[in-house]
């Protein structure tokens, strides 16, 4: 018997997480399942957020936002997205604050006017208009959904039903199943895979 554990990952698109089954063959069945006593439904959504943004000095078209979450920037792997309502829907897209060059007036820029977003994690900058000048200031304000698993909030309780009892075996909650995929033991056939929320491991006979 072998128990191939979940390694969870973070869509930062849309939050959703996604649970990538580790150390599977293609030969094992599966026998068992351990189920979570809490679930996370999705990562934290971080509405408007506000980035200093260190561009160089001279005439500037592109600027790439770093991807390293050093002090004052984005944390590695955002996404910027536009921002949303409470009702869901989109109100604003990701806005800038500028200064092109030392005591020159700010401004405010919005995304698709005055510059436009791209690239990996939508974090290249495109100017509409060159972003000129030297010691310039720039802020940027986006909406991201937190993208570090260790922040995920394990906070929905999960209902185990249909089952037979729960055995515990080395701290882990393994459910017994009366019926359902359980009952049908079920061959992997390939290496790699994915579960839903509840299940934290599966059992197989390998």
């Known amino acids: 018997m072998a128990i ?59 600027f790439t936002i770093p991807n390293t979450g050093g002090a004052g920037l984005p944390p590695v792997g955002t996404t910027l997205l536009p921002t949303f309502s409470e009702t869901g829907g989109p109100t604003a897209e990701i806005t800038m604050v500028v200064q092109q060059g030392a005591g020159v007036e700010e401004e405010n820029w919005y995304a698709g006017v005055d510059f436009t977003v791209g690239g990996a994690g939508n974090r290249t900058l495109t100017f509409t208009n060159d972003f000129v000048g030297t010691n310039k200031v720039a802020t940027i304000t986006f909406s991201y959904y937190d993208p570090i698993v260790a922040n995920l ?4 309780k999960v209902m185990a039903n249909n089952c037979k009892a729960v055995a515990t075996l080395d701290g882990l909650p393994i459910i017994l199943w009366m019926n359902g995929i359980q009952a049908q033991e079920i061959k992997a056939g390939v290496t790699a895979g994915t579960v839903n929320a509840v299940v934290r491991a599966l059992i197989t006979d390998a």
């Open 153 to 156: 909030s394990f906070d929905t």
């Open 4 to 62: 191939r554990t979940i390694v969870s990952t973070i869509d930062g698109l849309n939050g959703q997480v996604i649970n990538t089954i580790q150390g599977l063959t293609a030969a094992e069945t599966i026998i068992g399942t351990v189920l979570r006593k809490n679930m996370c439904v999705g990562a934290s959504f971080i509405n408007q957020a506000t980035f200093s943004l260190t561009i160089p000095d001279g005439t500037v078209a592109t």
